[in-house]
Antibody, heavy 123, light 106 residues
Framework: QVQLVQSGAEVKKPGASVKVSCKAS????????TFWVRQAPGQGLEWLGT????????RTTLKFRDRVSLSRDTSTSTVYMEMDMLTSEDTAVYYC????????????????WGQGTLVTVSS | DIQMTQSPSTLSASVGDRVTITCRTG??????LAWYQQKPGKAPQLLIY???SLESGVPSRFSGSGSGTEFTLSISSLQPDDFATYYC????????FGPGTRVEIE
């Protein structure tokens, strides 16, 4: 079955960086785009960026373009999200998710999600 | 970015009620719209895609409609398991979520 398993919770100080991983299994990894979404405490869902799991091309929402980088390792079917210059406003649960379809630049909804990774930024 | 609004922000209802949530977008997105259900502490679950297609395994009491800039999610007979927060999402070149609608017990 399709599974996305994320790395564990992180506690970081302001100004630090965090790197969250998302290991995929149960499907041909390079056929599907992967997405990153975050949710601050008590708030809604916010799309951060997308990576083509095959070619590695990425798209990031303008708000995070200078601070978020996405990468993937096809040998381990793992995608990574790294965020720099953390502030307390980055405290949130970060999710990875898979596109519901293949190709089409990944313009699909998200049909499978990781369990979420809590990133806490605190001095 | 395409702006997304949802109404109402909170909906109080009883088991057995029919409920409807509306999502509006700032520009025409054809039918590139999805609906998700999220329960506290859990990842969202895809309910509806392409505005009106039911995701596999989702109960048939859920339905979606609309195109262009106005969309609705309906639950025909609210069940105890349906009390949750619902988000619309467009996937028209990029991806944006609506602010959410919390469905609570009246």
């Amino acid at each position: 079955q399709v599974q996305l398993v994320q790395s564990g919770a992180e506690v970081k100080k302001p100004g630090a960086s965090v790197k969250v991983s998302c290991k995929a299994s149960g499907y041909p990894f390079t056929n599907f785009y992967t997405f990153w979404v975050r949710q601050a405490p008590g708030q809604g869902l916010e799309w951060l960026g997308t990576i083509n799991s095959s070619g590695g091309a990425t798209r990031t929402t303008l708000k995070f373009r200078d601070r978020v980088s996405l990468s993937r390792d096809t040998s381990t079917s793992t995608v990574y999200m790294e965020m720099d210059m953390l502030t307390s406003e980055d405290t949130a649960v970060y999710y990875c998710a898979r596109a519901r379809g293949v190709g089409n630049d990944g313009t699909y909804p998200f049909d499978h999600w990781g369990q979420g990774t809590l990133v806490t930024v605190s001095s | 970015d395409i702006q997304m609004t949802q109404s109402p922000s909170t909906l109080s209802a009883s088991v057995g009620d029919r409920v409807t949530i509306t999502c509006r977008t700032g520009q025409n997105i054809n039918t590139n719209l999805a609906w998700y259900q999220q329960k506290p502490g859990k990842a969202p679950q895809l309910l509806i895609y392409e505005a009106s297609s039911l995701e596999s395994g989702v109960p048939s009491r859920f339905s979606g409609s609309g195109s262009g800039t106005e969309f609705t999610l309906s639950i025909s007979s609210l069940q105890p398991d349906d009390f949750a927060t619902y988000y619309c999402q467009h996937y028209h070149y990029f991806w944006t979520f609506g602010p959410g609608t919390r469905v609570e017990i009246e």
